[in-house]
């Protein structure tokens, strides 16, 4: 969350940042609720191309 634009200038104190080396290493994906069937499917062949 502390990644977000909106929590930007927010005050972030961590002395092990595990949250930053998990999100560094994670996929993240479209997750909108009103994500187009076409667009949906984007996602998913883009994914699908690196296997």
Known sequence: MNQLKMFKKAIYIN????????YSSCLSIPCSTNISDE????VAHTIKSCF
Do not use: G, Y
Not at 15 to 22: A, E
Not at 39 to 42: G, P
């Open 15 to 22: 002395h092990n940042d595990v949250s930053d080396q998990i």
């Open 39 to 42: 667009e949906l499917s984007l």
